[in-house]
């Protein structure tokens, strides 16, 4: 029996500020169905993209689930962290964010050569976020054979700036209002 998911996400008007509408995803969270759902579709999307040998995914949502995918996939899982937050050597790319600059970064020896990657977050909107982890994988010499998300925010336009990595988002959003 299939879990309706985007019943699971509440909005959040007007929050971080005026005007915008914040997806959470703590309803889904709390579902222990609603998560297995989840990370079972988000699994299967990444199986079906051929061998996987790590979920890479951003702090700190992405986390979340992240990991889970990676363990129904039987791959390592790679956490990209806020700057100065890993022990040991790093790469970092930047992203702009609507109020400024950010940064993820990743510890060098995190993937080999020709591994093969699933990037992973909760939330897909300007695709910043998601272009800078497949920076950080294409830097190591990795290999992103998709971008899996919870939910999009179709009309930002996030889809767009992951080209030409194929996207899949399990709930869509095609409006700010819907």
Known sequence: MSVELRSRIREIPD????????????????????VSEAVRRIAAYGAGRGGIDF?????????ILGGAVARELSAGFVPARKPG??????????????????ALEMH???????????????????????????????QL???????AFLAELS?????ERLAPYDVHALVQYASEAE
């Open 85 to 102: 937050k890993l022990p040991a050597r790093t790469i970092s790319a930047e992203y702009i964010l609507e109020y400024g600059v950010d």
């Open 155 to 159: 009309f930002l336009g996030g889809r």
């Open 108 to 138: 060098a020896d995190a993937l080999a050569h020709g591994a093969r990657v699933l990037v992973h977050d909760d939330l897909l909107a300007t695709g910043g976020t998601a272009r800078a982890l497949c920076d950080l994988v294409q």
């Open 15 to 34: 929050y971080p500020k005026p005007g915008i509408v914040f997806r959470d995803i703590t309803p889904l969270l709390l579902d222990s169905a609603a």
């Open 141 to 147: 010499g990795g290999v992103v054979v998709g971008c």
């Open 55 to 63: 979920v890479v995914a951003a702090e700190a949502r992405g986390f």
